[in-house]
């Protein structure tokens, strides 16, 4: 059977494959209560993955997410306490900002997206730095109960955190699928000059898409502080990396045009087995980012659309 035709089922296939294997290593893990804790804590790692969908699908990069999600989770503990439930509006819309920033520096100035959104990580670390005094700052409990508590609660068993996570997931799967943005997005990642010459605003767009990767990123944050009840500039360290590859494993090449929302979802899933299998083996923390570095990079060579890419510096 030709490889191609098989691409697109991959994700799946190899999601099925992966619960195969770690339920022979350990047969509680298809456990419902089990997979429901499991899933529950990646909801930051798949948001953050949700919000690096949107900057692959037009062909970009986003590296800003993992310090974004950072510096939000000591924007909301600093600001908690005098701007109320008000500080999630302000921290999201702050992400939203920082993320068009990259955008606009990207499209204005024709400066490669890995390079702008580094750069604006950078800014958004040293924000986090400078308002925690380089510690760790904890959020009043009582106060983050009142206002956040209903995120990280459960009803009949099931983790609020992964309702939180439907809905994103609706929300952007809505955007991607039937908005005119959604649409251009893709156009754009599928061949940026066709839609130039088609009259689409690239460069609107563009900016759009790193607008939702900041703002989502910063969502992750928030969540992150709720559920440490506290922040830190180094909190969602070693994020970035899994969020990456959950995109690029679920389907979506860094050529962009293709994949989308649904795709991470599954990437996502398949990144929380492969950790939960590495759990089980006793594998370090160093250990599996040198791992989801070999799996990156097997990710890009499967996935990436070759035509687009004739030189590759």
């Given amino acids: 059977m030709n490889l191609e035709r098989i691409k697109p089922h991959l994700p799946w296939m190899t999601l099925a494959m992966l619960v195969v294997i770690v339920?022979?290593?350990?047969?509680?893990?298809?456990?419902?209560?089990?997979?429901?804790?499991?899933?529950?804590?990646?909801?930051?790692?798949?948001?953050?993955?949700?919000?690096?969908?949107?900057?692959?699908?037009?062909?970009?990069?986003?590296?800003?997410?993992?310090?974004?999600?950072?510096?939000?989770?000591?924007?909301?503990?600093?600001?908690l306490g005098s701007m109320g439930a008000w500080v999630?509006?302000?921290?999201?819309?702050?992400?939203?900002?920082?993320?068009?920033?990259?955008?606009?520096?990207?499209?204005?100035?024709f400066v490669p997206s890995f390079i702008s959104t580094l750069a604006v990580?950078?800014?958004?670390?040293?924000?986090?730095?400078?308002?925690?005094?380089?510690?760790?700052?904890?959020?009043?409990?009582?106060?983050?109960?009142?206002?956040?508590?209903?995120?990280?609660?459960?009803?009949?068993?099931?983790?609020?955190?992964?309702?939180?996570?439907?809905?994103?997931?609706?929300?952007?799967?809505f955007i991607e699928?039937?908005?005119?943005?959604?649409?251009?997005?893709?156009?754009?990642?599928?061949?940026?000059?066709?839609?130039?010459?088609?009259?689409?605003?690239?460069?609107k767009y563009k900016t759009a898409a790193f607008a939702l990767s900041g703002a989502l990123a910063a969502f992750a944050g928030l969540l992150f502080a709720v559920k440490l009840s506290g922040g830190a500039p180094s909190v969602a360290n070693g994020f970035l990396l899994p969020a990456i590859v959950a995109v690029l494993v679920g389907g979506t090449p860094l050529t962009g045009g293709v994949g989308g929302v649904i795709n991470t979802m599954i990437g996502t899933l398949i990144v929380a087995v492969i950790r939960a299998s590495m759990l089980y083996l006793d594998v370090n923390a160093t250990q599996q980012q040198m791992f989801f570095g070999l799996i990156l990079i097997a990710a890009i060579a499967l996935t990436i659309d070759r035509a687009k890419l004739r030189i590759v510096k």
């Fill in 23 to 79: 339920s022979l290593i350990d047969p509680h893990f298809l456990n419902p209560w089990s997979m429901l804790s499991l899933a529950a804590d990646i909801v930051p790692l798949f948001i953050m993955a949700l919000g690096i969908t949107f900057a692959i699908y037009i062909g970009g990069i986003d590296l800003s997410a993992q310090s974004m999600a950072n510096m939000v989770t000591v924007v909301a503990t600093v600001l």
């Fill in 177 to 203: 699928r039937r908005t005119v943005i959604g649409r251009n997005l893709k156009a754009i990642g599928a061949g940026e000059l066709a839609a130039v010459a088609s009259g689409i605003s690239v460069a």
């Fill in 121 to 173: 990580g950078g800014v958004a670390y040293s924000v986090a730095q400078w308002l925690s005094g380089q510690r760790s700052v904890s959020m009043d409990a009582a106060q983050r109960d009142a206002l956040f508590g209903w995120m990280i609660s459960k009803t009949g068993g099931i983790p609020h955190e992964l309702l939180i996570a439907a809905v994103l997931l609706a929300i952007c799967w």
């Fill in 88 to 109: 999630a509006v302000f921290c999201v819309l702050l992400g939203a900002a920082l993320g068009a920033f990259s955008g606009f520096v990207t499209t204005r100035f």
